[in-house]
């Protein structure tokens, strides 16, 4: 079976309503992009083909835990530097 | 004025009380690693000089909004592939 393409809307205009104003549940969080001056997400929603990129601050608010979700997959992690045991600026 | 270093706890061992058992409430996260073998986020307490290592999956649930602002202000963006008005993988 042919996968169909996962349809992009809120690419050209912010104004465009996002499944969000549509009572769409979020699915999963799958980019985030900066290139229109604010950052977006983009949204994919539960029980259809389609994804919205809607601004980040109503998405943190809405669904914090796919966000969160997608930033931990998304990310490499550096090693904090080696702590000496003597050190004073540990406490406790 | 001389800066006083910022304590850091939970480097050793996870089960040292974090400021979340001691009642403090979270300030910033500072960082993240996942040397541990678990992804740990580094949180400064508000009205503390101290921060303490703790599994994300707590700050995750604890403070959300941090913990988004942390990888927000700590992630680069890519842009989104340019895409064509008239590809059918477009809707609306």
């Known amino acids: 079976m042919k996968k169909r393409p996962l349809g992009i ?5 912010s104004n465009i309503p ?3 104003d549509r009572g769409f549940e979020a699915e999963k969080v799958l980019g985030a ?3 229109a001056g604010e950052l977006m997400l983009l949204v994919k929603w539960r029980h259809s083909d389609e994804a919205d ?3 980040a601050r109503i998405v943190n608010i809405k ?3 796919l ?4 930033y931990e997959q998304h990310s490499f992690w550096v ?3 080696k ?3 003597n050190d004073t600026s540990i406490i406790r």
């Open 18 to 20: 996002s499944g969000f």
């Open 9 to 13: 809307s809120g690419l050209q205009s």
């Open 53 to 55: 990129l809607v601004p």
């Open 83 to 85: 702590v000496n045991q």
């Open 63 to 65: 669904c914090p835990k």
């Open 33 to 35: 992009t900066d290139s």
């Open 67 to 70: 966000v969160i979700e997608f």
């Open 79 to 81: 090693r904090l530097p």
